[in-house]
């Protein structure tokens, strides 16, 4: 191969590498209902999720009986697989874990310290698009650029909060996990 065959590839998959890693970023909204297994009725919920580098944050808005929007705690995303926690109240700590796609987001909820038929079931969101209003009404809203150091300092906060305490070598390989995906984010946020 040439050289300048082979600069022209190195530049292209470089390229190519930066605009993959600028989608993922991108802010994603999923509509659609939870569907608890003693067969109550189905709960409606809105999930807004943003992926920094591995660490998952955002908000979910349940109808009732919930009733309640919930900042996600703690969370996670490995390829499509996303792992989140969200406490609407101190006794309605909602887990999910799932296959999050580009159209889709199902999996399996449960909620904490509960093993009944009614603390858990399965959920299917489909993806929307955020309406331009909404998008005008966040960003008057929320005054720190997308993918600013704070929602690292943030996203790293949340996740020391969910390491396991008790066990020395669990809380120490966790805390490292998050210090990785700290300085991730905040190599991927410098100038």
Do not use: W
């Amino acid at each position: 191969m040439k050289p300048c065959a082979f600069l022209r590839q190195a530049v292209c998959s470089l390229l190519f590498g930066l605009a993959a890693a600028g989608a993922c970023a991108e802010d994603k909204l999923y509509e659609g209902m939870l569907l608890p297994e003693d067969f109550a009725g189905p709960i409606t919920v809105t999930v807004e999720l943003r992926d920094l580098h591995g660490v998952l944050v955002g908000r979910v808005k349940a109808s009732p009986p919930i009733s309640a929007v919930g900042q996600i705690s703690s969370g996670e995303m490995m390829g499509d697989k996303c792992d989140f926690t969200v406490p609407f109240t101190s006794s309605m700590v909602l887990r999910f874990v799932g296959t999050c796609s580009t159209s889709m987001f199902e999996g399996r909820y449960t909620q904490a310290g509960r093993r009944d038929a009614s603390s858990r079931g399965t959920f299917r969101l489909m993806r929307k698009e955020p309406d331009k209003e909404e998008d005008t009404r966040e960003a008057l809203r929320t005054p720190v650029p997308t993918g600013s150091l704070t929602e690292c300092i943030t996203a790293n906060t949340r996740c020391l909060g969910a390491c396991p305490k008790g066990d020395y070598n669990t809380e120490f390989l966790c805390s490292n996990r998050c210090r990785t995906k700290y300085k991730a984010c905040k190599k991927a946020v410098s100038p």
